[in-house]
């Protein structure tokens, strides 16, 4: 039976809006080697963890509520934990310069350090991923505080991304020992968000399947039907996809590698840009996608240009069919659409939020849809073509 996490039910969500934000659905844990319950943080690696930090607040509507640093005697880096309904990250920037925040930054840009999961049972968990080859990067371990503990373990993905396997049902603090209760000052917050739908990964050329299939021997993860292959290719500068998932879908991973195309892959740039594999984008599920863009756009965000051939177009338009607004509506925003046999969803993406051309946002709208929005592929690859030849990497 799928129940609430803490972090859903103290955001006052419930299963029926989660089954539509992320499409959530039942299934059976006592089958699963590796049980994942849902998210547990996005850990960052960004250049000013102070500004970032106000980046995500203001424009993002995320509220601070823990903090690490040298105040607290943590004298390597600053963490600023925000949270926005069920979604929580984490955002680290060195401050010692031998911190090894600052040599990831170095490294890759602004990025996701660790995609860090909830699980039920770490030991068991990282028993399971040994067997079957996975890099342990962290062994089982207690942490406590006043608070109480949390029991943690951390294996190797892609790149030098990691993901922290947490157990905190024996834990009351904000986050995790030593992080302190922050409260946030910040007047006449908008909430942007209220789920993290996916976090897609960037894999170099040839290694997509290797990963697809590490999900699924290492972490019990299953592949859901969608897949972008041959058939997007063609003259745009491709990628292959295809999408794996936990147990219950809150956790969903698309996986990302170039294919040869007449010119640069979008996906080569970032591999070039963040110097290997990483995550490249994080689907933030909103319940009303206008409202969330409109406050984004007022803040300042940018967004990837849509066409007004995509709206005009009588073969989208009446593949798209009914939605809950006008398509004039979507239009004005840049509002994408997709449908599939379940149903829809409407999604956007930003520019780069960091210096360089690496991760992104989408916002995404899901109404019955378990879909990522395949069919927008194109139309998408078009407007990030423009942009990657602005930049003069195309
Ligand atoms: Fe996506």
Avoid at 54 to 60: E, G, M, P, V, Y
Avoid at 80 to 104: M, N, Q, T, W, Y
Avoid at 164 to 193: H, I, K, M, N
Wanted: hydrophobic share 40%; charged share 25%; net charge negative.
């Amino acid at each position: 039976m799928t129940v609430l996490t803490d972090t859903e039910r103290l955001a006052h969500l419930d299963l029926e809006q989660l089954r539509q934000l992320v499409g959530l659905v039942e299934y059976d844990a006592s089958q699963d080697p590796f049980p994942v319950t849902g998210w547990d943080a996005v850990v960052w690696a960004v250049g000013n963890a102070v500004q970032s930090t106000h980046f995500f607040r203001t424009a993002f509507g995320m509220e601070l509520v823990a903090y690490s640093g040298p105040e607290t005697g943590n004298r390597d880096h600053h963490a600023f934990v925000l949270e926005s309904g069920a979604v929580r990250f984490v955002i680290k920037g060195g401050v010692h310069p031998d911190s090894p925040v600052i040599a990831h930054h170095a490294h890759h840009g602004d990025g996701v350090l660790d995609i860090a999961l909830e699980v039920p049972d770490v030991d068991r968990c990282i028993e399971h991923a040994r067997a079957q080859g996975a890099t342990v990067l962290e062994e089982p371990h207690d942490v406590s505080d006043e608070h109480g503990t949390v029991r943690i373990g951390a294996i190797a993905t892609y790149g030098e991304t990691r993901h922290t396997l947490v157990d905190r049902s024996r834990y009351q603090g904000p986050y995790l020992p030593g992080y302190v209760a922050r409260t946030d000052e910040l007047a006449g917050r908008t909430q942007v968000f209220q789920a993290l739908d996916h976090v897609v990964g960037n894999v170099e050329l040839g290694h997509m399947d290797e990963w697809v299939e590490f999900y699924g021997r290492v972490m019990g993860f299953t592949n859901m039907a969608e897949f972008i292959g041959d058939d997007i290719a063609t003259d745009y500068s491709a990628l292959m996809s295809k999408v794996v998932a936990s147990g219950n879908h809150r956790v969903k991973f698309p996986l990302n590698e170039p294919a040869i195309a007449k010119k640069k892959s979008q996906i080569d740039e970032y591999l070039e840009f963040y110097r290997g594999p990483g995550a490249q984008h994080l689907a933030l599920a909103t319940e009303d996608i206008l409202a969330s863009v409109d406050h984004l756009r007022e803040m300042g965000i940018q967004f990837l240009d849509t066409p007004d051939s995509y709206y005009e177009d009588p073969e989208l338009r009446a593949r798209i069919g009914e939605v809950r607004v006008p398509v004039e509506e979507l239009q004005k925003r840049g509002i994408l659409v997709d449908r599939d046999e379940d149903g829809y969803l409407l999604q956007i993406f930003t520019k780069p939020i960091g210096d360089r051309p690496t991760v992104f946002f989408e916002l995404i709208e899901r109404h019955g849809s378990l879909g990522f929005g395949k069919g927008n592929f194109k139309a998408l690859f078009e407007a990030i073509e423009r942009e990657q030849d602005r930049r003069g990497n195309l």
